[in-house]
Protein backbone atom coordinates (compact mmCIF):
# COMPACT_ATOMS: atom_id res chain seq x y z
CA UNK A 1 0.00 0.00 0.00
CA UNK A 2 1.34 3.40 -0.97
CA UNK A 3 2.12 6.13 1.51
CA UNK A 4 0.93 8.28 -0.89
CA UNK A 5 -2.88 9.47 -1.27
CA UNK A 6 -3.12 12.00 -4.53
CA UNK A 7 -7.07 13.47 -5.20
CA UNK A 8 -8.21 16.43 -6.67
CA UNK A 9 -8.39 19.69 -4.92
CA UNK A 10 -11.55 21.69 -3.39
CA UNK A 11 -12.30 25.06 -2.31
CA UNK A 12 -11.70 23.25 1.27
CA UNK A 13 -7.85 22.99 0.51
CA UNK A 14 -7.36 26.41 -0.16
CA UNK A 15 -4.79 26.45 3.16
CA UNK A 16 -3.22 23.61 2.22
CA UNK A 17 -1.96 24.63 -0.93
CA UNK A 18 -1.67 28.33 -0.05
CA UNK A 19 1.48 26.63 2.94
CA UNK A 20 2.95 24.27 0.10
CA UNK A 21 3.33 27.25 -2.32
CA UNK A 22 4.70 29.36 0.13
CA UNK A 23 7.41 27.19 1.48
CA UNK A 24 8.17 25.77 -1.54
CA UNK A 25 8.55 28.75 -3.03
CA UNK A 26 10.59 30.20 -0.59
CA UNK A 27 13.14 27.21 -0.54
CA UNK A 28 13.41 27.11 -4.33
CA UNK A 29 13.23 30.90 -5.82
CA UNK A 30 14.18 33.10 -3.15
CA UNK A 31 18.23 33.44 -4.00
CA UNK A 32 16.58 34.61 -7.36
CA UNK A 33 14.52 37.92 -6.59
CA UNK A 34 14.94 40.77 -3.78
CA UNK A 35 13.60 40.42 -0.37
CA UNK A 36 11.31 42.85 -0.61
CA UNK A 37 9.59 40.91 -3.14
CA UNK A 38 10.00 37.63 -2.15
CA UNK A 39 8.10 39.05 1.24
CA UNK A 40 5.04 39.75 -1.00
CA UNK A 41 5.21 36.88 -3.71
CA UNK A 42 5.30 34.26 -0.83
CA UNK A 43 2.32 36.33 0.65
CA UNK A 44 0.20 35.91 -2.21
CA UNK A 45 0.86 32.29 -3.28
CA UNK A 46 -0.48 31.58 0.79
CA UNK A 47 -3.62 33.59 0.03
CA UNK A 48 -4.62 33.26 -3.44
CA UNK A 49 -5.82 29.35 -3.74
CA UNK A 50 -9.79 29.54 -1.90
CA UNK A 51 -10.19 32.35 -5.46
CA UNK A 52 -8.45 30.34 -8.06
CA UNK A 53 -10.02 27.10 -6.86
CA UNK A 54 -13.59 28.66 -6.56
CA UNK A 55 -13.15 29.35 -10.42
CA UNK A 56 -13.13 25.65 -11.19
CA UNK A 57 -11.23 26.59 -14.53
CA UNK A 58 -8.40 24.38 -14.31
CA UNK A 59 -7.41 20.97 -12.64
CA UNK A 60 -5.60 21.32 -9.26
CA UNK A 61 -4.26 17.66 -7.74
CA UNK A 62 -3.12 17.60 -4.26
CA UNK A 63 -0.96 14.99 -3.12
CA UNK A 64 -0.68 13.77 1.08
CA UNK A 65 2.18 12.04 2.83
CA UNK A 66 0.31 9.98 5.69
CA UNK A 67 -2.44 12.47 5.41
CA UNK A 68 -0.50 15.60 4.86
CA UNK A 69 -0.82 17.05 1.97
CA UNK A 70 2.42 18.60 0.65
CA UNK A 71 2.54 18.77 -2.89
CA UNK A 72 0.75 19.84 -5.36
CA UNK A 73 0.11 20.06 -9.42
CA UNK A 74 -2.47 22.73 -11.40
CA UNK A 75 -2.85 22.06 -15.14
CA UNK A 76 -5.13 22.33 -17.94
CA UNK A 77 -5.47 22.90 -21.46
CA UNK A 78 -2.38 24.68 -23.00
CA UNK A 79 -2.64 28.46 -23.78
CA UNK A 80 -0.16 28.65 -26.62
CA UNK A 81 -0.46 25.16 -27.48
CA UNK A 82 -3.62 23.79 -28.30
CA UNK A 83 -2.75 20.60 -29.07
CA UNK A 84 -1.59 20.12 -25.55
CA UNK A 85 -2.14 20.57 -21.89
CA UNK A 86 0.23 22.37 -19.58
CA UNK A 87 1.41 22.03 -15.90
CA UNK A 88 1.23 25.35 -15.09
CA UNK A 89 2.08 24.53 -11.55
CA UNK A 90 3.79 21.55 -9.34
CA UNK A 91 5.33 22.33 -6.06
CA UNK A 92 6.28 19.94 -3.23
CA UNK A 93 6.76 21.37 -0.10
CA UNK A 94 10.28 20.80 1.48
CA UNK A 95 9.13 18.78 4.46
CA UNK A 96 8.06 16.14 1.54
CA UNK A 97 11.66 16.47 -0.73
CA UNK A 98 12.93 13.22 -0.88
CA UNK A 99 9.70 11.45 0.03
CA UNK A 100 8.79 10.24 -3.47
CA UNK A 101 6.03 11.88 -2.94
CA UNK A 102 6.42 14.34 -6.18
CA UNK A 103 6.75 11.15 -8.25
CA UNK A 104 3.47 9.93 -7.14
CA UNK A 105 2.21 13.49 -7.65
CA UNK A 106 3.52 13.05 -10.93
CA UNK A 107 2.08 9.84 -11.83
CA UNK A 108 -1.26 11.31 -11.15
CA UNK A 109 -0.77 14.68 -13.40
CA UNK A 110 0.21 12.56 -16.17
CA UNK A 111 -2.88 9.60 -15.54
CA UNK A 112 -5.32 12.50 -14.68
CA UNK A 113 -4.30 14.25 -18.43
CA UNK A 114 -4.74 10.81 -20.43
CA UNK A 115 -7.82 10.18 -18.70
CA UNK A 116 -8.86 13.62 -20.09
CA UNK A 117 -7.47 13.41 -23.52
CA UNK A 118 -4.14 15.00 -23.63
CA UNK A 119 -1.29 13.01 -25.29
CA UNK A 120 1.15 15.62 -24.76
CA UNK A 121 1.49 17.38 -21.84
CA UNK A 122 5.02 20.65 -21.30
CA UNK A 123 5.81 22.95 -18.70
CA UNK A 124 8.07 25.74 -18.10
CA UNK A 125 10.76 25.80 -15.13
CA UNK A 126 13.41 27.84 -14.48
CA UNK A 127 17.11 27.29 -16.48
CA UNK A 128 18.80 27.98 -12.79
CA UNK A 129 16.74 25.24 -10.83
CA UNK A 130 18.78 21.84 -11.14
CA UNK A 131 16.31 20.07 -8.60
CA UNK A 132 13.44 20.27 -10.98
CA UNK A 133 15.16 20.09 -14.08
CA UNK A 134 16.45 16.52 -12.86
CA UNK A 135 12.90 15.38 -11.44
CA UNK A 136 11.00 16.38 -14.54
CA UNK A 137 13.90 14.43 -16.49
CA UNK A 138 13.96 11.66 -14.19
CA UNK A 139 9.48 11.14 -14.64
CA UNK A 140 9.56 11.49 -18.43
CA UNK A 141 10.02 14.92 -20.01
CA UNK A 142 12.55 16.04 -22.21
CA UNK A 143 13.92 19.87 -22.89
CA UNK A 144 11.95 21.20 -26.07
CA UNK A 145 14.86 23.51 -27.08
CA UNK A 146 12.53 26.23 -26.05
CA UNK A 147 13.42 29.18 -23.89
CA UNK A 148 12.08 32.06 -22.59
CA UNK A 149 12.21 35.34 -20.12
CA UNK A 150 9.37 35.31 -17.53
CA UNK A 151 8.88 38.04 -15.05
CA UNK A 152 7.74 37.14 -12.14
CA UNK A 153 6.36 40.81 -11.47
CA UNK A 154 9.74 42.12 -9.90
CA UNK A 155 9.85 43.64 -13.66
CA UNK A 156 13.16 41.25 -14.70
CA UNK A 157 13.47 38.44 -16.92
CA UNK A 158 14.50 35.00 -15.41
CA UNK A 159 15.00 32.13 -18.38
CA UNK A 160 12.58 29.34 -18.19
CA UNK A 161 13.23 26.06 -20.05
CA UNK A 162 10.29 24.28 -21.63
CA UNK A 163 9.96 20.32 -21.14
CA UNK A 164 7.36 17.96 -22.58
CA UNK A 165 6.27 14.81 -22.51
CA UNK A 166 3.85 11.84 -23.55
Not at 59 to 75: D, K, Y
Not at 94 to 110: E, F, K, S, V
Not at 125 to 143: A, H
Request: overall charge neutral.
Amino acid sequence: MSRFMTYQASVDDGDALGEIHEESWKAAYTGFFAPEFVAEAVRRRRTQWHARLAKGEDTVILAALEGRPLAFSFFGSSPTRPDMAQIFSFFGHPAGWGTGIAGALMTATLGRLHEDGYSRVHLWTLRRTPRSRRFYTKNGFTESGSVRGYDFGDGNLIDQVEYEAS
